[in-house]
């Protein structure tokens, strides 16, 4: 197969590598700094960082899966991906997107348990319900997309392999196939409305009730202190959703769109969540940010 990159913009491959580049290191860094820190803290051994751990680890896959080969594609012009790597660049694109949805509903448990529960949220929260929530969402997402990525791998391919994207994308590789493709997109729509609608549900169900407890705190202190605790986990939230969504929709519907745009869309979609939800998530948790600094500063006495 042939990856085109983003169409339209084949002389501004070069220089849109930069910053694709630059956020791609802080990504890697940032998420990379966040497990090393959790990991290195035992007072951060509590289930919210858990899961933001598993948030981390998930999104250093999504960008270094998709990345690399992106970089090459924009400053040497390596086009070519073999069948077999496109398929398992494929799988762990949509596959872990699906995990992280997961866990961001897992996350959006915690704060209702931490805010609507608080008596009972150690008691419930043990180490091994953390675990099982973590492997529920791996078991589903990756369940989930292994039929969609076998179903792509039977398929046959005829005429000019070339893919106007910068990444496997599903809908991209399936237009490529002769025959009747229909099973792949009901099951790709099907499963994509599965996942993403109920973790939105869910998680919005969970921010009613924790709206509801919070304006039902007799203390303006303590509300405010609850409204920032959920804030990062909102922000993560609509980081992730939004744009998924926007590039699920033209990707499907969207033939007025430039292809340029939604192709650059898609490629940020994978890029900036990963670069910002460290500095979302992390750095406005005070523990998180004060170990940082600490490392900074011991690095400087050095």
Known sequence: FILTGIPGLEAAHFW????????????VLGNFTVLMVIRADSSLHQPLFYFFSM??????????????????????QNHEIIFEGCVVQ??????????????????????????????????????????????????????????LTCMVSSLSYCGIHVIPHSYCEHMSVVKLACGDTRPNSIYGITSAIFIVGLDITLIAISYALILRAVLGLSSREARLKSFFTCGSHIGVILLFYVPGFFSFCVQRWGQSIPVHLH????????????????????????????????????????
């Open 16 to 27: 849109i590598a930069f910053p694709f580049c630059t956020m791609y290191i802080l990504a």
């Open 55 to 76: 948030l981390a680890a998930i999104d250093l896959v999504l960008v270094t899966s998709t990345m690399p080969k992106l970089l090459s594609i924009f400053w040497f």
């Open 90 to 147: 494929m799988f762990f694109i949509h596959g872990f997107s699906a995990v992280e949805s997961g866990i961001l509903l897992a996350m959006a448990f915690d704060r209702y348990l931490a805010i609507c529960k608080p008596l009972h949220y150690s008691a419930i929260l043990t180490g091994p319900t953390i675990a099982k929530l973590g492997l529920a969402a791996a078991v589903r997402g990756i369940g989930l997309m292994t039929p």
């Open 263 to 302: 192709i650059l869309m898609a490629d940020l979609y994978l890029l900036v969540p990963p670069m910002l939800n460290p500095l979302i998530y992390g750095m406005r948790t005070k523990v998180i940010r004060e170990r940082v600094l600490s490392l900074f500063r011991q690095k400087e006495i050095q």
